[in-house]
């Protein structure tokens, strides 16, 4: 992502179901053409060892690794990490589905956040 590109941020919490609710209303807000009370950029985990086991170090560093890069291969994207392919196409498959990262047509992968910012509840 170049200098001059939006700035993005992802909010990941660890939440109860409630939480669920919270967004639900910030895009009823949103689609009612009022401003949503919180962003709508949410990945909730149940509890913090899912959220650990999810955002694992190796994941951190490869959604790094692409927003350095921008858009590459999975290949591309190993040989930069200087890990296996199998285990780089495992990871960026499920960061595919959690919809931290983007695939394009041409099967490029990139990340589309500028931030993480995380939120942990002691209670809700």
């Given at each position: 992502m170049?200098?001059?590109?939006?700035?993005?941020?992802?909010?990941?919490?660890?939440?109860?179901?409630?939480?669920?609710?919270?967004r639900f209303e910030a895009a009823w807000h949103l689609a009612s053409g009022r401003s949503p009370p919180a962003p709508l950029a949410v990945l909730s985990f149940a509890d913090l060892p899912l959220l650990l086991s999810t955002l694992t170090p190796a994941r951190w560093k490869l959604l790094q690794q692409l927003q350095k890069s921008g858009p590459v291969s999975i290949y591309a994207l190993a040989k930069a990490l200087g890990r296996d392919y199998k285990n780089v196409?495992?990871?960026?498959?499920?960061?595919?589905?959690?919809?931290?990262?983007?695939?394009?047509?041409?099967?490029?992968?990139?990340?589309?956040?500028?931030?993480?910012?995380?939120?942990?509840?002691?209670?809700?």
């Amino acid at each position: 992502m170049t200098s001059n590109a939006m700035s993005t941020k992802l909010d990941v919490r660890v939440s109860s179901q409630a939480d669920a609710l919270d967004r639900f209303e910030a895009a009823w807000h949103l689609a009612s053409g009022r401003s949503p009370p919180a962003p709508l950029a949410v990945l909730s985990f149940a509890d913090l060892p899912l959220l650990l086991s999810t955002l694992t170090p190796a994941r951190w560093k490869l959604l790094q690794q692409l927003q350095k890069s921008g858009p590459v291969s999975i290949y591309a994207l190993a040989k930069a990490l200087g890990r296996d392919y199998k285990n780089v196409h495992t990871d960026v498959v499920r960061l595919l589905e959690l919809g931290l990262i983007e695939r394009s047509q041409d099967a490029l992968v990139r990340v589309t956040w500028d931030a993480v910012r995380t939120e942990l509840r002691l209670r809700d």
